[in-house]
Antibody, heavy 123, light 113 residues
C-alpha cells in the first residue's frame, strides 16, 4: 500500500535551517509529482511547494520563495524540503502529499498524504 | 491567485441529518483540458487530510456514498446525506486548475449538536 513517511521536524531559532524528508513506498515514485503543504497551529491548509515527477521544475508559494527548496531523489524514493531563513510564522505542521500522473500530473491530486511533521520556529 | 471561499465556516449538525458545504472560487476552475480540478478533503481531529472527492464529483475509493460533490464553474457543494459521528472534522475545498499557487478554502468545521 502507498505510504509517505515523514521525518526531520523540530525546534529551530529564527533565521535557522531545517530539512524535512518524506520517504515514499507502494507506488512508482519517479512517475508522480510531490507537494508540501503546511498547517499553522489552529489554522487551515496552505500549499508550500511542488516538484515535478522528474525534478525538472519546482514551484513555490510566495511566502516561502527564495527561502525554501523542494527537491527529490528518485533513487531513494524521497522528497525533501530544505527550509532556510526560518521565521516564527513558518511554525506549522508540514505534510508531504502525492500528485498523480493520471490526474494530469500537476493539478494537486492529493490522493495520499504523509503523517505530518511539526516545525517550531522560536527563540 | 484564485481565492477559495467556503460557507458556513462552522456547521453543527444532528446525527442522521444532512449537511451541505458551499465552496466558491474567484475564477472559473474549468481548465483548458476540459477538466475542473476541484477537490474536497476531510481532516479529522489529529489526522492528516484525506481526499474525499476529486474533479468536483468523483468519490474516492473507500469513501462512504453518503458523501457527494457537485457544481461547476465557480460554485461547488459537498453534501453529506446523513451525518455520522465519524464525519466530525474540518472539510476543505481546493483548486488545482490555475496555479501556482494551489489554493485551499478556509475550511468548514463540522461537529455534532
Amino acid at each position: 500500500q502507498v505510504q509517505l513517511v515523514q521525518s526531520g521536524g523540530g525546534v529551530v531559532q529564527p533565521g535557522g535551517s531545517l530539512k524535512l524528508s518524506c520517504a515514499a513506498s507502494g507506488f512508482t515514485f519517479s512517475s508522480h509529482g510531490m507537494h508540501w503543504v503546511r498547517q499553522a497551529p489552529g489554522k487551515g491548509l496552505e500549499w508550500v511547494a511542488f516538484i515535478w515527477y522528474d525534478g525538472s521544475s519546482q514551484y513555490y508559494a510566495d511566502s516561502v520563495k527564495g527561502r525554501f527548496t523542494i527537491s527529490r531523489d528518485n533513487d531513494k524514493n524521497t522528497v525533501y524540503l530544505q527550509m532556510n531563513s526560518l521565521r516564527v510564522e513558518d511554525t506549522a505542521i508540514y505534510h508531504c502529499a502525492k500528485d498523480n500522473l493520471y490526474y494530469g500530473g500537476n493539478h494537486f491530486a492529493g490522493d495520499y498524504w504523509g503523517q505530518g511533521t511539526l516545525v517550531t520556529v522560536s527563540s | 491567485d484564485v481565492v477559495m471561499t467556503q460557507s458556513p465556516l462552522s456547521l453543527p449538525v444532528t446525527l442522521g441529518q444532512p449537511a451541505s458545504i458551499s465552496c466558491r472560487s474567484s475564477q472559473s476552475l474549468v481548465h483548458s483540458d476540459g477538466n475542473t480540478y476541484l477537490n474536497w478533503f476531510q481532516q479529522r481531529p489529529g489526522q492528516s487530510p484525506r481526499r474525499l472527492i476529486y474533479k468536483v464529483s468523483n468519490r474516492d475509493s473507500g469513501v462512504s456514498d453518503r458523501f457527494s460533490g457537485s457544481g461547476s464553474g465557480t460554485d461547488f457543494t459537498l453534501k453529506i446525506s446523513r451525518v455520522e459521528a465519524e464525519d466530525v472534522g474540518v472539510y476543505y475545498c481546493m483548486q488545482g486548475t490555475q496555479w501556482p499557487p494551489f489554493t485551499f478554502g478556509p475550511g468548514t468545521k463540522v461537529d455534532i449538536k
